[in-house]
């Protein structure tokens, strides 16, 4: 029983390069985050998704693109990376809102 | 904009020592959440805290949601070098946001 599984674990990309994350789950959750995580300060949601088909903006949505084709699949892109983006990205599943979350282990992506 | 201020930010006791941990809040939360991050890995649920006042029991760990619930703390009971870590607490609001303290980073030294 994987959980949540996050692909690819590191990436580096130059500015201005596009790229996918994808976030797999067999926990059968409806709700789907990401969020990145960067040195003080804390956990930021920057899409989110409450079902198949569906997506919606979170609090640092800027420079991010998200789809939910499948309900186990949730792809976070970016379009034309910045070093701003550099950071910790985590994808987190749970059953119902405000739930406890359960997260992947981490794409660590460096944009220089 | 509604904020979850942890405190302190970073902590380095000795083993066997005690620690408390704060998240504070002018925002009233439905419940709060505990998780607990080691490097390379996504964070772990540790406890849910949902009544004003109450108080939860994990082994050495004791938390703590005020009774206004605003706040919360996190008491850990001579640590030992496995509590090493990073804290988070998040606050779930009336409105279905789920906020963040920045986190709190441990170290205990054997």
């Keep these: 029983n994987a959980g949540v599984t996050q692909t690819p674990k590191f990436r580096v990309l130059k500015t201005g390069q596009s790229m ?4 797999a789950q067999d926990m059968n959750h409806e ?3 990401w969020y990145r995580q960067d040195p003080g300060m804390g956990l930021r949601l920057i899409h989110y998704s409450v079902g198949e088909g569906t997506t919606a903006k979170g ?3 800027d420079g991010y693109n998200v789809s939910r084709l499948k309900k186990q699949n949730f792809l976070l892109g970016l379009e034309s990376a910045a070093p701003s983006q550099t ?3 985590f994808c987190a599943t749970s059953d119902g809102i405000n739930s406890p979350l359960h997260f992947g282990n981490g ?6 | 904009t509604q904020l979850l201020e942890q405190s302190p930010q970073f902590l380095s006791i000795q083993e066997g020592e005690n620690l408390t941990v704060y998240c504070n809040s ?5 419940s709060l959440q505990w998780y607990r991050q080691e490097p390379g890995e996504g964070p772990v649920l540790l406890v849910t805290v949902v009544t004003g006042g109450e108080v939860k029991k994990l082994k050495r760990l004791t938390f703590q949601f005020g009774d206004a619930r ?3 703390s996190l008491h850990i009971t001579a640590a030992q070098p496995g509590d090493t870590g990073l804290y988070l607490c998040a606050g779930a ?7 963040f303290g920045q986190g709190t980073t441990l170290q205990v030294k054997p």
């Excluded at chain 1, 996918?20 to 976030?23: D, G, H, I, V, Y």
């Excluded at chain 1, 794409?107 to 220089?112: G, K």
């Excluded at chain 2, 002018?26 to 439905?30: A, D, E, K, P």
């Excluded at chain 2, 609001?93 to 906020?99: F, R």
């Design chain 1, 20 to 23: 996918t994350l994808l976030c």
């Design chain 1, 31 to 33: 709700y789907m985050y």
């Design chain 1, 59 to 61: 609090e640092v949505p």
């Design chain 1, 87 to 89: 950071s910790v990205y």
């Design chain 1, 107 to 112: 794409t660590r992506l460096t944009v220089t």
């Design chain 2, 26 to 30: 002018s925002s009233v939360f439905s």
């Design chain 2, 70 to 72: 605003k706040d919360s």
């Design chain 2, 93 to 99: 609001t009336i409105t279905g946001k789920l906020i």
